[in-house]
């Protein structure tokens, strides 16, 4: 049902930075495939954007996979059409926390310890983000995952620690930044 006037698809075309693109999606599944977060997701990026184009309001809001995006641009980058799947799920997971479906939940959890990486290295610690994820919601898989986890590691794959960037402090400051602008934002209703 539309909200003053608008669909669903309209807000979220409007509410995301190039959503006109959503549009053109040739639902050829190049997002999915490249997602690293994919398997975990209720519905591949390329099902969400059909399901916004749907107008299927409550499916999308209620999806874990605005939560499971890691922001790592892969979608993006691979998209034939260049469309801002990245920047849609942002727009999503904004449209679901103030329509009151946020709650601190698994998927937020793995977001969170993403960006905590994030801020401390400067990178992804993929070897303690799957770990801390395994380890809280699937105990029992982890057993099974040990094997691939070791040969990965013994092809220098995945590190068992955490390597920083160059430059730490810049990034620091960068992320300083943009939080107080965001939070600015926020109480003042200052423009982006």
Request: proline share 7%; charged share 20%; glycine share 8%.
């Amino acid at each position: 049902m539309p909200d003053n006037g608008q669909t669903f698809y309209d807000r979220v075309v409007a509410a995301t930075p190039g959503g006109e693109t959503l549009a053109t999606c040739l639902q050829c599944g190049s997002c999915g495939g490249s997602c690293p977060s994919g398997p975990d997701m209720d519905a591949t990026p390329r099902k969400i954007i059909a399901m916004v184009m749907a107008n299927m309001k409550d499916e999308v809001l209620d999806s874990n996979t605005p939560w499971y995006c890691v922001s790592c641009y892969y979608c993006m980058v691979r998209c034939p059409q260049e469309i801002p799947i990245t920047d849609l799920m942002y727009t999503l997971k904004r449209m679901a926390i103030a329509s009151g479906r946020y709650r601190e939940n698994d998927h937020v959890d793995f977001s969170n310890s993403f960006i905590g990486f994030v801020e401390r290295y400067g990178r992804s610690f993929e070897f303690g983000l799957a770990t801390r994820y395994h380890l809280t919601h699937h105990p029992l898989k982890m057993v099974g995952k040990g094997g691939l986890g070791l040969q990965m590691m013994q092809k220098g794959r995945l590190s068992p620690t955490p390597q920083s960037i160059q430059n730490m402090p810049q990034l620091t400051a960068i992320l300083t930044e943009a939080k107080q602008i965001a939070t600015r934002q926020e109480v003042h209703g200052e423009p982006a």
